[in-house]
């Protein structure tokens, strides 16, 4: 297993335009998730998914962002008419783990690479 | 509401200079406080998580503790190559992760 793939790595868009990015979550991991990263902050919560149902939305999703999952293996994350302060780092991170039960071990969120967005 | 803060900010050593890095956290009941290594342009790599007050982990040159409202990560004799963002996070509600903005190291050989 390569990790989690994320794509583009880059991508410059004007203002008013729609985007999509895609993630490949590790194969046996059942949950996904998206973070937003802007320059000198830590990630920020976006929405997560367990097998294709999503479980939380932050209050921060606008409905310009969507996301989906339909078969419970890659996700997509949708921006349409992209703004300025879109512009930001987007993180997908995935999981074998979640819930009550998750307590112990070393384990962690796996996070790809990411998509760098630019907004022009 | 939920809360993590890192300290410093930013982190000059010199190769060879132990330190640590703080992680204060305010959350009603954690389930979780996660440490992951940033480097420019990548995504968080992950290092260690720790459940309870007493608990520690170590990994080559990073030590991670534990307290009921803080962390620390200690880097003992630190090399270039650690050179990195250091972040802190904790496991909040359903499934998610509250992340501190993080420390950023600079190791100078």
């Known amino acids: 297993d390569t990790g989690v793939s994320q794509d583009p790595r880059h991508k410059i868009t004007k203002r008013g335009q729609n985007v999509t990015f895609r993630c490949d979550p590790i194969?046996?991991?059942?949950?996904l998730y998206w973070y937003r990263q802007t320059l000198g902050q830590g990630p920020e919560f976006l929405t997560y998914?367990?097998?294709?149902?999503?479980?939380?939305k932050s209050r921060l999703l606008s409905d310009r962002f969507s996301a989906e999952r339909p078969k419970g293996s890659f996700s997509t994350l949708e921006i349409q008419r992209t703004e300025q302060g879109d512009s930001a780092m987007y993180l997908c991170a995935s999981s074998s783990s979640g819930g009550a039960g998750w307590t112990g071990g070393n384990y962690g969120y796996t996070f790809g690479s990411g998509t760098r967005l630019t907004v022009v | 509401e939920d809360q993590v803060t890192q300290s410093p900010e930013a982190l000059r050593l010199q190769e060879g200079e132990s330190s640590s890095l703080n992680c204060s956290y305010t959350?009603?009941?954690?389930?979780?406080l996660f440490w992951y290594r940033q480097d420019p342009g990548k995504g968080p790599e992950f290092l260690f998580t720790?459940?309870?007050a007493g608990e520690e982990k170590e990994k080559e040159r990073l030590k991670a503790t534990l307290t009921k409202k803080e962390s620390f990560l200690h880097i003992t004799a630190p090399k270039p190559e650690d050179s990195a963002t250091y972040l802190c996070?904790?496991?909040?509600?359903?499934?998610?992760?509250?992340f501190g903005t993080g420390t950023r190291l600079q190791v100078f050989p």
């Open positions: 998914f367990q097998n294709e149902a999503q479980l939380e």
């Open positions: 996070a904790v496991r909040e509600g359903t499934d998610k992760l509250i």
């Open positions: 194969s046996e991991h059942n949950r």
């Open positions: 720790l459940y309870s």
């Open positions: 959350v009603s009941g954690l389930r979780g």
